[in-house]
């Protein structure tokens, strides 16, 4: 079980709070006002902590220094940036993402190495598969046999400056292609994996848990 922290009590994010807490994670969700909560089902255990999303007490709180993962989907851009910007940097959240009304900024912030999702294509489901891997895994398409599947992997910080061709050669499959900076590359010979990039590989839905494991680790040489 993990430990989830939301920014926004809006309709996403309860629906954010719900799933996750049905999926057996414990959850704090932060809202400026307190009736935001009201979304809430009668039935929820997660805290509700009112105050400012990016305020390191409010965050603290929340228990954002023991968070593995935290999600800012309130209304405002600024606001959002700026909480993930705080949990990742001051509380070293490992996995964040901020809700982004204005495509214009998305790319801006992907090159802060923060994940965004454009709210024209916003949904509660495009934020869980950024803060769970099991949600990667599941991935974006399957081949009709079910045998492969083309999926979003994390990989280790180490892994940065390492070349696709030894990212496939590690993990035993393909880069189909990166996401860099709010676009999509097709990686050649002399690609490197760079901060901020998003990794999408084909791999055989057998081994998804394998290849995860493999990538969330230190490069096999770096460890030696």
């Not at 598969?129 to 990989?155: F, K, M, N, T």
Request: aromatic share 6%.
């Amino acid at each position: 079980m993990a430990h989830f922290v939301i920014m926004g009590c809006g309709r996403v994010g309860a629906t954010l709070a719900h799933t996750l807490e049905d999926s057996g994670h414990s959850v704090a969700i932060i809202d400026q006002d307190d009736r935001a909560f009201r979304r809430l089902r009668s039935g929820f255990t997660g805290r509700k902590v009112t105050g400012v999303g990016f305020d390191r007490d409010t965050l603290k709180q929340a228990g954002c220094d023991e968070a593995y993962a935290f999600a800012a989907v309130s209304s405002g851009d600024n606001s959002n940036i700026l909480a993930t910007r705080v949990a990742r940097e001051n509380f070293h959240v490992p996995h964040v993402v901020a809700r982004i009304y204005d495509p214009g900024r998305a790319e801006i912030y992907q090159r802060l190495g923060i994940p965004t999702v454009a709210a024209v294509r916003w949904s509660a489901d495009q934020v869980l598969r950024r803060i769970l891997p099991e949600q990667h895994l599941a991935g974006d398409y399957r081949e009709p046999s079910g045998r492969l599947v083309l999926a979003e992997v994390d990989l280790h910080d180490k892994w940065i400056g390492h070349s696709i061709d030894a990212i496939e050669a590690a993990s035993g499959t393909r880069v189909a292609f990166l996401t860099r900076f709010g676009e999509g590359i097709l990686p050649g010979h002399g690609t490197s994996y760079q901060e901020g990039d998003t990794v999408h590989v084909m791999l055989e839905t057998s081994r998804s848990s394998e290849v995860q494991r493999i990538l969330a680790s230190v490069p096999a040489k770096e460890s030696e």
